[in-house]
């Protein structure tokens, strides 16, 4: 079993910028994915970012790419999504979510990702 655990979601003024934390436990290993998404109100739960835990590749959605930054540490099984430039529509609960060890399926769908957190609240006001 994976447990997750994100921090850093707070209230911010649209322009700002916030850094969420994941941090994860129990079965990790070196070829995870860990993957970011959001979920506004009335709306579907979504792909932000992911990072390969074994060579670093990261991915980003369209919307964030350019404003978003995810970055991992392995020695300390954390991953952070650091946030730039937010806009009222990057609004959401952020949620953590990190793959089987052997998985596939592609990075942006959620049905890859076996272990998820329990999300973060972003609201940024315009």
């Known amino acids: 079993q994976v447990q997750l655990v994100e921090s850093g979601g707070g209230l911010v003024q649209a322009g700002g910028s916030l850094r969420l934390s994941c941090v994860a436990s129990g079965r990790i290993f070196s070829n995870n994915l860990m993957g970011w998404f959001r979920q506004a109100p009335g709306k579907e739960r979504e792909f932000v970012a992911a990072i390969s835990r074994s060579g670093g590749r990261t991915y980003y959605a369209d919307s964030v790419k350019g404003r978003f930054t995810t970055s991992s540490d392995n020695t300390k099984n954390t991953v952070n999504l650091q946030m730039n430039s937010l806009k009222p529509e990057d609004t959401a609960v952020y949620y953590c979510?990190?793959?089987?060890?052997?998985?596939?399926?592609?990075?942006?769908?959620?049905?890859?990702?076996?272990?998820w957190g329990q999300g973060t609240q972003v609201t940024v006001s315009s």
């Open positions: 979510a990190t793959t089987p060890p052997y998985y596939s399926g592609t990075y942006y769908s959620r049905a890859t990702y076996a272990y």
